[in-house]
């Protein structure tokens, strides 16, 4: 059963960096889009940074380009995101996400909660 687990969050101060990590089990191979959305307090889940298992070059939302980066294992067995110079903005629930593109079927991990505070 394919599953997504994410950790790494946490409380960090203005200016710091956070490694957030997502560990992915159960997937049959395939061509997926691998990705970070966040969702902070009323507000619409949106989307961070994402790549695909076929190594194109991966998209940046505005507000990450140049603070985070994506990445993951040769083995493509876990995501992370290299966060840095986070700002209270960047407040809230990271979650991991795994689009199978043929048949299309989205995959969720069940978060992570950052919280930039000093």
């Known amino acids: 059963q394919e599953q997504l687990v994410e950790s790494g969050g946490g409380l960090v101060q203005p200016g710091g960096s956070l490694r957030l990590s997502c560990a992915m089990s159960?997937?049959?191979?395939?061509?997926?889009?691998m990705g970070w959305h966040r969702q902070a307090p009323g507000k619409e889940r949106e989307l961070v940074a994402s790549?695909?298992?076929?190594?194109?070059?991966?998209y940046y939302a505005a507000f990450a380009k140049g603070r985070f980066t994506i990445s993951r294992d040769v083995a493509q067995t876990t995501l992370y995101l290299d966060m840095n110079d986070l700002n209270p903005e960047d407040t809230a629930v990271y979650y991991c996400?795994?689009?199978?593109?043929?048949?299309?079927?989205?995959?969720w991990g069940q978060g992570t909660q950052v919280t930039v505070s000093s």
């Open positions: 996400k795994m689009v199978r593109v043929d048949p299309q079927q989205d995959y």
């Open positions: 790549v695909s298992t076929r190594g194109t070059a991966p």
């Open positions: 159960g997937f049959s191979p395939n061509l997926y889009i």
